[in-house]
């Protein structure tokens, strides 16, 4: 498709609004002292039917058309922002495993995780939701996203509440961190088994499922993808940085032209290739980031900030405008669902974690502190609502349902956790540590 010049005019008019309300708006949120994130969803949600369309209807639908090349072009940055986003989140996912929090971790992951999980699994199966389904949903997949919906934590709105509140190197953070890794990653691998249980038309089969002439539902499909998720990360974990360490060799040529372009093309390459197994590309992303989080050389760690600091500036601020822009809270949000949808997923997850951590050995003040933090679904549930809407799982009412869990959870969340900074309390009960942070080892002698 080329574009003629009124077409690009309307093209870059459209992202100026967005990169212009996304950073304001997300600039206005850190001032606010809560995550940039919720800002960048509200800049869209102030261009989108919510606002701007039930102001002036005319100009809403004229700035951000529903056909032609600014949806497409905005479309094609949104999924990149999406792949970017997972990229940058799998490769700050080193360092936040350590002994000395190993048995309150295991607890929490486990427990807060599980029950969770279990609890939304039981609900959907009892309740009559088919009005929360998408067109192309099956009871399967329906079934995992609601649970996931339910267990999910957030890894980058988390550790971006506590970079600000100064408290990102704390034990407390080590523990928020590694659960939320170790609970993502099952999550994730459960959710893109849930993608590829949803009904599909023959034309859209691509790929080794193609060949294998595996359909999309049914045991065989459910196995596959099983299969595939796990062998696809298990072979890029065991594999991925003895893969990258020979691709980055000092011979290859487009390493050597240009660093940020070799991993660039890493992190696409791995995501075509998740996409022709039939694992979702995010989950491709996702790896690509751990595998280069492995090297710790000074170009690969310059390359990885740069990405970040380009990917931030631009793909993933307009990700979360987008995904402001497709809320119609006025027509597509029911409050009536919400609110006890609401309080059962927190209620839940909250004593879950609450649970694990006692089981921990973790003092109630921090065992609560915990609680609160890891209820916020942040970045991932945004992913969750947004991947499982675009794959017409769930509806749009759903979808609405689920980005403002994402946003309420992380807003009460940093909103706790710097009450409990600002008020001088101990964030997790360590002997002589003010704010959660390990004691000084003591001295010989």
């Given at each position: 498709m080329?574009?003629?010049?009124?077409e690009l005019a309307h093209v870059l008019l459209a992202l100026c609004l967005l990169l212009a309300a996304a950073h304001g708006c997300g600039y206005a949120m850190s001032r606010l002292r809560q995550p940039r994130v919720i800002g960048e969803i509200v800049g869209g949600l102030l261009l989108g039917p919510t606002v701007l369309g039930a102001v002036a209807p005319g100009a809403g639908s004229a700035l951000f058309p529903p056909s032609g090349a600014v949806p497409a072009v905005l479309?094609?940055?949104?999924?990149?922002?999406?792949?970017?986003?997972?990229f940058t989140a799998g490769a700050e996912m080193r360092g936040f495993f350590h002994r000395r929090?190993?048995?309150?971790?295991t607890w929490i992951s486990v427990v807060g995780m599980l029950l969770p999980f279990a609890a939304g699994l039981a609900v959907v199966g009892a309740l009559p939701l088919q009005g929360l389904h998408g067109a192309a949903a099956t009871d399967g997949a329906f079934v995992l996203v609601f649970g996931i919906a339910v267990a999910i934590t957030s890894i980058p709105v988390i550790s971006r509440i506590m970079l600000d509140l100064g408290i990102l190197?704390?034990?407390?953070?080590?523990?928020?961190l590694g659960v939320a890794v170790v609970e993502d990653v099952v999550l994730y691998i459960l959710f893109a088994v849930a993608l590829g249980l949803v009904a599909q038309d023959p034309g859209d089969s691509w790929g080794l499922p193609a060949i294998l002439g595996i359909g999309s539902s049914g045991t065989a499909s459910v196995a596959y993808h099983v299969v595939a998720e796990l062998g696809f990360l298990g072979a890029m974990m065991a594999a991925g940085p003895w893969l990258y360490r020979k691709l980055s060799h000092r011979y290859n040529p487009v390493r050597r032209g240009n660093h940020i372009g070799f991993e660039l093309v890493f992190v696409l390459s791995l995501s075509m290739i998740a996409?022709?197994?039939?694992?979702?590309?995010?989950?491709?992303?996702?790896?690509?980031?751990?595998?280069?989080?492995t090297s710790t050389g000074i170009g690969a760690t310059r390359a990885r900030e740069s990405i970040k600091a380009f990917s931030f500036a631009f793909f993933i601020p307009v990700y979360f405008a987008t995904v402001g822009l497709r809320l119609d809270l006025l027509r597509e949000f029911s409050l009536v669902f919400f609110v006890p949808f609401f309080l059962f997923a927190c209620v839940v997850k909250s004593m879950s974690v609450y649970a694990g951590a006692r089981l921990g050995g973790e003092?109630?003040?921090?065992?609560?502190?915990?609680?609160?933090?890891?209820?916020?679904?942040?970045?991932?549930?945004?992913?969750?609502?947004?991947v499982a809407f675009d794959a017409r799982i769930i509806s749009a009412s759903f979808y609405s349902s689920l980005v403002m869990l994402a946003v309420l959870t992380s807003l009460i969340a940093g909103s706790w956790l710097g009450r409990i900074v600002r008020s001088g309390h101990p964030i997790r009960e360590v002997a002589d540590d003010r704010l959660g942070q390990d004691p000084p080892a003591a001295s010989a002698g």
């Amino acid at each position: 498709m080329t574009l003629d010049t009124p077409e690009l005019a309307h093209v870059l008019l459209a992202l100026c609004l967005l990169l212009a309300a996304a950073h304001g708006c997300g600039y206005a949120m850190s001032r606010l002292r809560q995550p940039r994130v919720i800002g960048e969803i509200v800049g869209g949600l102030l261009l989108g039917p919510t606002v701007l369309g039930a102001v002036a209807p005319g100009a809403g639908s004229a700035l951000f058309p529903p056909s032609g090349a600014v949806p497409a072009v905005l479309d094609a940055i949104y999924q990149l922002g999406l792949l970017f986003l997972m990229f940058t989140a799998g490769a700050e996912m080193r360092g936040f495993f350590h002994r000395r929090e190993r048995r309150a971790l295991t607890w929490i992951s486990v427990v807060g995780m599980l029950l969770p999980f279990a609890a939304g699994l039981a609900v959907v199966g009892a309740l009559p939701l088919q009005g929360l389904h998408g067109a192309a949903a099956t009871d399967g997949a329906f079934v995992l996203v609601f649970g996931i919906a339910v267990a999910i934590t957030s890894i980058p709105v988390i550790s971006r509440i506590m970079l600000d509140l100064g408290i990102l190197d704390t034990s407390f953070a080590r523990i928020v961190l590694g659960v939320a890794v170790v609970e993502d990653v099952v999550l994730y691998i459960l959710f893109a088994v849930a993608l590829g249980l949803v009904a599909q038309d023959p034309g859209d089969s691509w790929g080794l499922p193609a060949i294998l002439g595996i359909g999309s539902s049914g045991t065989a499909s459910v196995a596959y993808h099983v299969v595939a998720e796990l062998g696809f990360l298990g072979a890029m974990m065991a594999a991925g940085p003895w893969l990258y360490r020979k691709l980055s060799h000092r011979y290859n040529p487009v390493r050597r032209g240009n660093h940020i372009g070799f991993e660039l093309v890493f992190v696409l390459s791995l995501s075509m290739i998740a996409m022709w197994l039939g694992v979702v590309p995010l989950l491709g992303a996702f790896v690509a980031g751990l595998v280069v989080s492995t090297s710790t050389g000074i170009g690969a760690t310059r390359a990885r900030e740069s990405i970040k600091a380009f990917s931030f500036a631009f793909f993933i601020p307009v990700y979360f405008a987008t995904v402001g822009l497709r809320l119609d809270l006025l027509r597509e949000f029911s409050l009536v669902f919400f609110v006890p949808f609401f309080l059962f997923a927190c209620v839940v997850k909250s004593m879950s974690v609450y649970a694990g951590a006692r089981l921990g050995g973790e003092a109630p003040s921090t065992s609560r502190n915990l609680a609160v933090a890891l209820n916020a679904r942040g970045g991932p549930g945004i992913v969750l609502a947004s991947v499982a809407f675009d794959a017409r799982i769930i509806s749009a009412s759903f979808y609405s349902s689920l980005v403002m869990l994402a946003v309420l959870t992380s807003l009460i969340a940093g909103s706790w956790l710097g009450r409990i900074v600002r008020s001088g309390h101990p964030i997790r009960e360590v002997a002589d540590d003010r704010l959660g942070q390990d004691p000084p080892a003591a001295s010989a002698g």
